[in-house]
T-cell receptor, first 111, second 108 residues
Framework: SQTIHQWPATLVQPVGSPLSLECTVE??????LYWYRQAAGRGLQLLFY??????ISSEVPQNLSASRPQDRQFILSSKKLLLSDSGFYLC??????????FGQGTRLTVV | ELKVEQNPLFLSMQEGKNYTIYCNYS?????LYWYRQDPGKSLESLFV?????AVKQEGRLMASLDTKARLSTLHITAAVHDLSATYFC????????FGKGTRLSVIA
């Protein structure tokens, strides 16, 4: 069966520090992968999605970037975090036009 | 651009009462998904609606899809406290487009 792993679960980082969040999926091939951010008490904001290795679509211009170095690995990065980057980051995967399955999320606090 | 609107965004309801959450979307799509999110947790898939007229039920929740009206509903029957959560609809598009969520609070 398919599983999705996302880590770390929580992270506290100072302003200006770099960020790397990782997401991996098991049990499927060539999934569509997504990064969402959720501010406290708010809805989901799609940040990036990828339909294949090296293919990244950005939905919101900001100081974040994403990469997909392997078929089932999706990485969210920043060179310098801002206070406004705080939030709950969720990775998700889909196979074609099926429901999306979400990782457990990373709660990022930038201080 | 596909827009998805959920209403209400906040809902406080008494235990035992019935209520409906609405999900409207702006462009033709024949698939819709409902998710539940507990506070501080990730999203959990509730229902997958794959065609016009689809109806799915799980316990006290029932979801339906009317693709012609571009409307899905999530009906809550005889609410209980355990149903307190945020509910999201998501419309099939590339990528999926989520509504803003309905925060449901069931009170005694």
């Amino acid at each position: 069966s398919q599983t999705i792993h996302q880590w770390p679960a929580t992270l506290v980082q100072p302003v200006g520090s770099p960020l790397s969040l990782e997401c991996t999926v098991e049990g499927t091939s060539n999934p569509n992968l997504y990064w969402y951010r959720q501010a406290a008490g708010r809805g989901l904001q799609l940040l990036f999605y990828s339909v294949g290795i090296g293919q990244i679509s950005s939905e919101v211009p900001q100081n974040l970037s994403a990469s997909r170095p392997q078929d089932r690995q999706f990485i969210l990065s920043s060179k310098k975090l801002l206070l406004s980057d705080s939030g709950f980051y969720l990775c998700a995967w889909r196979e074609g036009n099926t429901e999306a399955f979400f990782g457990q999320g990373t709660r990022l606090t930038v201080v | 651009e596909l827009k998805v609107e959920q209403n209400p965004l906040f809902l406080s309801m008494q235990e035992g009462k019935n209520y409906t959450i609405y999900c409207n979307y702006s462009t033709t799509s024949d698939r819709l998904y409902w998710y539940r999110q507990d506070p501080g947790k990730s999203l959990e898939s509730l229902f997958v609606l794959l065609s016009n007229g689809a109806v799915k039920q799980e316990g006290r929740l029932m979801a339906s899809l009317d693709t012609k009206a571009r409307l899905s509903t999530l009906h809550i029957t005889a609410a209980v406290h355990d149903l307190s959560a945020t509910y999201f609809c998501a419309v099939e598009w590339t990528p999926l487009v989520f509504g803003k969520g309905t925060r449901l609070s069931v009170i005694a």
